[in-house]
């Protein structure tokens, strides 16, 4: 019984680090205006609650707690300070002056941005780190996800986005980049890795790379809040309203995409009635202002995130997946294609043409991506080979795909989905069972 409440409370405070890590780093990044700082900060308020939440149990609020025990060590690390040691009484002042206190996460903005999440977002995609390298480091502050879960999102290997965190967050502290929000021309400048990283956050919340869950809805919410904040800021750039309107539209399928026991439930198997309709209308409103803003402004053809907020679009419309536009959404996946090409893309393209014209299509599309080095380690690809053989009816090269597909994903959800689809397939090999 004790070895079961302590395992408990572990998982407890694993789901509470997931969803207030981000929001601790990014309060005492504000106090010690430094994000290597403050992350081992963060860490070690981890650290003390794991070794008194066993004995104490959980509190009502841990995420106070958290920024509680965070602040003592932030204060701690300041007295160490040589510098401030000499300045012991104005110490005293500037902490003051620094508001230490547990923030009110809901407060109203105090500025242009004055979010302190959102405020560490531009600060992780400053001009001095490589666009690898901010979207890397902004992932790990404030998406909360493991080196592991930002290579797979990646298709790198894990040592390379360790290195890149390691050096950006060295980079900011030697550059001694101020903890503030740029203005002017300089905002406009970020706003591309700014974007990407809202759309990667939001995509590791809805197809989880990794863990017992094939969603994490924190993630999902919070990337969904900060692109509505941006709208705010930026209510003339149409790819932040074509983001906007693309997070919407895919949020709106959540409570359809997850079955009564957590098992994945694929697009056309789910029950559309349970889209959330308020969201798909949001969605859509936000596509119909990018696209305006688009047309207005003369900047030529839709953004990437315009054009798959037009790909959502098309689904949302459809009262059944017989009524999709597949056609439409082959054609929009092949501008994409013209404006962002990657295999990833390519391989989209050739679910919808699948659907549009038949497996034999899609299947020739994804056999000249068997060699494409970045899809290697991508699940999804023999995933979705092993399904246009399935529909053809090649139903051992299709069970040898989920089999090899099965082995590839760390998300266990998706894996049990996988490992299911090639038993359907009929006899063969077993499958091992992996938790």
């Avoid at 290579?151 to 290997?157: G, N, Q, S, T, Y």
Wanted: hydrophobic share 45%; charged share 25%.
């Amino acid at each position: 019984m004790a070895a079961d409440t302590h395992s408990s409370i572990n998982g407890a405070i694993d789901a509470v680090w997931r969803i207030e890590s981000p929001r601790l780093i990014a309060g005492l990044a504000r106090i010690v205006r430094d994000v290597g700082v403050a992350e081992d900060l963060a860490q070690d308020a981890l650290v003390a609650a794991l070794e008194q939440w066993p004995k104490s149990g959980v509190p009502d609020n841990p995420g106070a707690w958290l920024m509680a025990a965070a602040k003592n060590r932030a204060i701690d690390h300041f007295r160490r300070s040589t510098r401030l040691e000499r300045k012991h009484e104005e110490l005293g002042r500037e902490l003051a002056t620094r508001e230490m206190v547990v923030p009110d996460l809901n407060a109203a903005l105090d500025d242009d941005v004055g979010d302190d999440l959102l405020r560490l977002l531009f600060i992780s995609c400053h001009p001095v780190l490589s666009t690898e390298a901010q979207v890397a480091l902004t992932l790990r502050l404030l998406g909360g996800l493991t080196t592991e879960e930002i290579a797979r999102a990646f298709l790198v290997p894990e040592p390379t986005i360790a290195q890149r965190i390691v050096r950006a967050k060295r980079t900011l502290a030697e550059k001694r980049i101020p903890f503030e929000v740029p203005r002017g021309p300089e905002l406009s400048d970020r706003f591309s890795s700014v974007l990407e990283v809202i759309y990667l956050i939001f995509n590791e919340g809805y197809s989880a790379t990794a863990g017992d869950d094939w969603m994490r809805p924190a993630l999902c919410e919070d990337a969904l809040r900060l692109g509505r904040i941006l709208v705010e800021l930026a209510p003339r750039e149409p790819e932040v309203h074509g983001l906007v309107a693309l997070m919407e539209i895919q949020a709106s399928r959540s409570g359809a995409r997850v079955g009564l026991s957590g098992e994945p439930i694929l697009l056309l198997d789910q029950n559309r009635a349970r889209w959330d309709q308020l969201l798909i209308s949001r969605g859509l409103a936000a596509l119909g202002r990018s696209e305006k803003l688009s047309a207005g402004n003369n900047r030529g053809p839709r953004g990437a995130y315009a054009l798959q907020g037009a790909i959502a679009a098309c689904h949302a419309r459809a009262r059944t997946p017989e009524e999709t536009e597949w056609a439409q959404i082959v054609a929009l996946y092949a501008e994409l294609a013209r404006l962002a090409p990657s295999p990833v893309v390519e391989l989209n393209r050739a679910v919808a043409l699948a659907m549009a014209f038949g497996p034999a299509a899609g299947l020739e599309v994804v056999d000249a991506l068997a060699f494409e080095p970045s899809l290697a380690s991508y699940h999804l690809l023999p995933s979705v080979r092993g399904d246009f053989l399935q529909k053809l009816g090649r139903m051992d090269e299709a069970r040898a795909e989920f089999e090899r597909a099965a082995g590839l994903t760390r998300n266990s959800r998706e894996r049990a989905l996988l490992i299911g689809r090639a038993r359907a397939c009929g006899s063969g090999a077993a499958l091992p069972e992996q938790g």
